[in-house]
């Protein structure tokens, strides 16, 4: 590696390499050269040359975000999927060790071969859902959730980080030292240095048995809490994405997971959505949203009753380049994709947040491919908390065809659904685009100011960069 980035550092003609993200593919960026560490050494040494040579720095992993957290145009881009290896598991403490390039299904294959006949075993939390090949440092950087009922962000969920800051050193932190570090750099977006481990806590792995029935929206707060008050772990609401719909945004499935026996036997064989079904249903999200919506629902009801394990019945199929496929089916006039938004919003106000999303959906004929609702504990611990109360997230998955009018009907949509969350008290997060006007983003973020003043505290020179990172500072300058 440290060969490799001498050689790249001291080459000054290159090959334009272009990367883009993996969901909207609306990211494309050219970078100064693409670097794949294997250990903590390989990143201190880029981290260096890049310092000194005054270049810029990204950091990614599988490149699922939208907003371009992950790249930056014309710096150097340190792939961190090489360093996927564990470092330590704790049986008794229920810690596990891990290089911060390792994916979700890695890290529990590990420890579910590692426990293989124990008792008592551990699992994780909670990870994001609807792709799983992200890495565990892409999750400390954004500081994500899963669809836990009673959980706070990841950042619960970490005991200790290694990071590798802008001059090159090696620094443990944790919430006893290098407090501010550890802060800023869990949902710090990859700006306030690199992860190159995470130890994370692990909680008792257990059967859980998913419930599920149709629900309203009207009803979903007090059915959420009803699960809770039953003991219920993990949970959502995935609603009706189809404007005929006379309940659209109003009807939907409500499935929820319970703690159920440690002798209960989990079978091989349960209803489960193929590959193949999953494509047709897709089709269906574009092309028929009221049977997509009813051929979903049948699926779940008919699972009711299954049985999982609390951590792995979180992990889903993802299709690689689904919506390229998808456009040939289809004869796409332009090519698509889908960009996804999530706010925030206080539990009571969720009716009537829906309601208000409706009415401008319906008279701005947007797209919605996929919805659903969840429930985040408020974060306490970091510098620019995205989860600011106890309250419902609101996932929004809009279709945005890839011209230029179809990329300025799509940032208006996303614009007014923050203005429409900020009427109700909410916010939005932050890297999943980048169309918030500055003045939302203050609205919402008041502390983004003093985030960015950190950055510079951190790393003078400003080694860590990002295009998203690039673009509010530049929407922000002169601002105090």
């Known amino acids: 590696m440290v060969t490799q980035l001498r050689a790249a ?6 090959p334009a390499l272009v990367h883009n993200d993996t969901h909207s593919r609306l990211n494309a960026t050219t970078v100064r ?20 040579r005054d270049e810029s720095m990204s950091v990614c992993g599988s490149c699922h975000a939208m907003g371009g957290q992950q790249f930056a145009s014309d710096g150097w881009l340190l792939d961190m999927r090489g360093m996927k290896q564990i470092l330590g598991f704790d049986a008794e403490r229920g810690h596990i060790k891990v290089q911060a390039g390792i994916t979700w299904p890695e890290l529990i294959r590990h420890y579910v071969i590692a426990q293989h006949g124990s008792a008592s075993q551990w699992g994780i939390r909670q990870k994001q859902t609807g792709a799983d090949r992200l890495t565990v440092g892409g999750a400390v950087a954004a500081n994500i959730h899963g669809r836990g009922l009673t959980c706070a962000p990841f950042v619960s969920d970490i005991e200790s980080l290694e990071v590798v800051t802008a001059d090159g050193s090696v620094v443990e932190c944790d919430r006893d030292s290098n407090t501010e570090l550890f802060r800023h750099v869990v949902g710090g977006y990859g700006l306030f240095g690199v992860v190159t481990s995470a130890t994370i806590r692990l909680v008792p792995r257990q059967k859980v048995q998913r419930i599920v029935g149709l629900c309203d929206i009207a009803e979903i707060g007090e059915a959420f809490d009803r699960r809770i008050r039953s003991g219920y772990l993990y949970g959502d609401f995935q609603f009706s994405t189809a404007p005929e719909d006379r309940r659209f945004l109003s009807r939907g499935v409500f499935s929820c997971y319970r703690p159920v026996e440690p002798e209960t036997i989990v079978p091989d064989h349960q209803v489960r959505l193929s590959p193949a079904d999953w494509r047709r249903l897709i089709y269906l999200a574009h092309r028929n949203k009221l049977r997509a919506f009813n051929e979903f629902a049948d699926f779940y009801l008919r699972s009711s009753g299954q049985m999982y394990w609390s951590d792995t019945h979180q992990l889903s199929l993802y299709l690689d380049d689904y919506h390229g496929r998808l456009d040939r089916v289809c004869d796409a006039r332009v090519p698509g994709s889908e960009m996804i938004t999530e706010l925030y919003v206080p539990k009571d106000r969720l009716v009537a947040f829906m309601d208000d999303v409706r009415r401008d959906f319906l008279e701005h004929e947007v797209d919605l491919i996929y919805g659903t609702v969840r429930l985040i504990e408020r974060d306490e611990e970091t510098a620019l908390p995205w989860a600011k109360a106890s309250c419902a997230c609101v996932i929004f998955n809009l279709h945005v065809d890839h011209d230029l009018k179809g990329i300025h009907r799509s940032a208006s949509h996303f614009r007014r659904l923050i203005d429409i969350a900020i009427h109700h008290q909410g916010s939005f997060f932050l890297t999943y685009h980048r169309h918030a006007t500055a003045e939302q983003l203050l609205a919402c973020y008041p502390e983004f100011l003093r985030f960015l003043k950190a950055k510079r505290v951190f790393d003078p020179q400003e080694t860590f960069q990002s295009d998203w990172y690039r673009h509010y500072r530049r929407e922000l300058q002169g601002m105090k």
């Open 9 to 14: 550092t001291a080459t000054i003609e290159r």
């Open 33 to 52: 050269g693409h670097l794949t560490p294997k250990h903590t050494e390989d990143v201190v040494r880029a981290v260096q040359l890049a310092r000194a």
